[in-house]
């Protein structure tokens, strides 16, 4: 059964700072991997989509790669902004199938 | 193109009675999910349809639980006999049939607490 785990679970930065939030997936037989934004008591906002195929997404500040075979995701977001603290989520979806597999998300502050 | 919607937003229901919830998918997207998500997690997936049909059944959807999507449009969900541990956000989300069908988009949610 695959397993999507999200370090850190909480992250705070002051505003201006780049950061990192981590993704890791135990099956690697997947079609792709989605990163998305949640804000307190609403539904999740698509952010970045990655084929399996592919390396790295960009929109704007946010860039996030892909390293299928270790199972590994990053989603880098420069120069961070108080509209920016947000539940992040990663998804995967697996070969063969329609559902998402979410991890836990990180919650993000930043502090301006 | 005004997104998925789902209503109610929130629904406040005693232990033991039956709540029904709708979600409206982005129009011309023929793909429709269930998910739930309790506080502190991610969302779980329930089912799935592609049209009107249900294609897919996570082991969560107890007999309890049951979904429909007739003609192919809005989608509703049934909880029967409801219990404290139903409370969740249940998240409705719609794809479509073109390039972009990997993209799935999300509902604001209906938020479910059983007393």
């Known amino acids: 059964k695959q397993e999507v785990t999200q370090i850190p679970a909480a992250l705070s930065v002051p505003e201006g700072e780049n950061l990192v939030l981590n993704c890791s997936f135990t099956?690697?037989?997947?079609?792709?991997l989605q990163w998305f934004r949640q804000d307190p008591g609403k539904g999740l906002t698509s952010l970045l989509l990655i084929q399996s195929s592919q390396r790295e997404q960009t929109s704007g500040r946010l860039n996030a790669s892909l390293d299928k075979s270790s199972g590994r995701s990053t989603l880098y977001i420069a120069a961070s902004q108080p509209g920016d603290s947000a539940t992040y989520l990663c998804a995967v979806t697996q070969t063969g199938a329609n559902n998402l597999f979410f991890g836990t998300g990180t919650r993000l502050t930043v502090i301006p | 193109d005004t997104g998925v919607s789902q209503d109610p937003r929130h629904k406040i229901t005693k232990r033991g009675q039956n709540v029904t919830f709708r979600c409206d998918p982005i129009s011309e997207h023929n793909r429709l999910y269930w998910y739930r998500q309790t506080l502190g997690q991610g969302p779980e997936f329930l089912t799935y349809?592609?049209?009107?049909?249900?294609?897919?059944k996570s082991r969560l959807l107890s007999d309890r639980f049951s979904a429909e999507r007739p003609k192919g449009s809005f989608s509703t969900l049934e909880i029967q006999r409801t219990e404290q541990g139903d409370s969740a956000m249940y998240l409705c989300?719609?794809?479509?049939?073109?390039?972009?069908?990997?993209?799935?988009?999300f509902g604001p949610g209906t938020r479910l607490l059983v007393l």
């Open positions: 989300a719609s794809s479509s049939p073109g390039t972009d069908r990997q993209t799935q988009y």
């Open positions: 349809f592609q049209n009107e049909a249900q294609l897919e």
């Open positions: 099956d690697s037989a997947i079609y792709n």
